[in-house]
């Protein structure tokens, strides 16, 4: 590939032409690699990184999990790449049971004999104590990102848990703003038309406010701890009053109790409503006669 290069340098080849030879045989190498198993790829690049970021032994096994004081079991599993929505980091093989993650980076400073350890961050990270229940606050990293904890989760009691915004830094979050967030959902006052609450919270999709069954997204513009009620209810109207593609309501979820609605998209395909999340309707389900309990079935399949 150097000499390659310098004859395009020189003017003896043609970039294009190399550009391309290269392009055709890095595609498949891509179309490759897109067709097998997630699993299967992290598999392979652990594999290939765990003498640069485990120190791997030649009896082939990883660091252990014990080597840490976040570790929650018998320090049985290995640590190895995980990748979720956010992108790769550093967990355990006995998750669930052990919650251990540290990012990649943050990992590679702690192995380094060289390291400061004030550098580094790992989670689960304890806060402090929550004064109105004495459970502490922590901060966690999972699967599909970061999140605020209240409290241990135990086999009767599953802790509170808030969706960290990427507003927020978890690297330097402190237990001020911690405490505000574990709060959620607030209200923020009454509606002026109908004194029906309007409710400021964290969903799936980031931060939002609520009224009846108008959702509207605060986006960046907005901090979810600092926006007021009349800020709130300017963007509620704006939602309220465009124009909407909603079909009917299609009815209630038991556990949730929250209103599933049926909308059809731009293409005439239907799709359903829940809050401010949007899902497919699988081909087997016809659309336009869709019943609460088919909502219930695609959703326990979707988990």
């Known amino acids: ?26 595609q498949k190498f891509i179309d490759e690699v897109m067709s097998k198993p997630n699993r299967e790829v992290i598999d392979v690049i652990n594999d ?21 004081t976040n570790c929650t079991h018998d320090g049985s599993g290995d640590l190895g790449i995980k990748v979720g929505k956010i992108g790769g980091f550093i967990g355990c093989s006995k998750y669930p049971d052990c919650k251990y993650t540290i990012s990649i980076g943050n990992f590679i400073k702690e192995v380094n004999p060289n390291n400061n350890d004030d550098d580094i ?9 929550d004064a109105d229940t004495n459970k502490e ?4 990293l999972g699967p599909y990102g970061y999140y605020l904890q209240l409290g241990k989760e135990t086999d009767d009691e599953k802790p509170k848990r808030v969706t960290l915004p990427k507003t927020y830094d978890p690297m330097n979050l402190g237990m001020n703003i911690a405490s505000q967030l574990i709060k959620l959902p607030i209200t923020l006052g009454n509606y002026p038309e109908t004194e029906e609450p309007v409710i400021a919270n964290i969903g799936a999709y980031g931060p939002y406010v609520k009224y009846q069954d108008i959702f509207a997204s605060l986006g960046r513009k907005f901090d979810v ?53 949007n899902y497919k309707i699988p081909a087997e389900y016809d659309g336009e006669n869709l019943t609460i309990e088919d909502v219930e079935k695609i959703l326990k399949t979707n988990r």
């Open 225 to 277: 701890l600092e926006i007021g009620l009349e800020q709130a209810v300017e963007l509620i109207n704006i939602k309220k009053n465009k124009p909407t593609n909603k079909v009917r309501e299609i009815g209630v979820l038991k556990r949730r109790r929250q209103k599933a609605n049926l909308y059809k998209g731009k293409s005439g395909k239907y799709y359903f409503k829940i809050g401010i999340m």
């Open 121 to 129: 961050v790992t989670f689960p990270r304890i806060l402090g104590i």
């Open 1 to 26: 590939m150097e000499q390659q290069l310098d004859d395009v340098a020189a003017n003896k080849a043609e970039w294009k032409e190399l550009v391309l030879k290269f392009w055709r045989d890095f």
């Open 48 to 68: 290939e990184l765990s003498p640069v970021i485990f120190n791997k032994k030649e009896d082939g096994m990883n660091t252990k999990c014990t080597s840490w």
């Open 137 to 140: 606050i922590s901060i966690q």
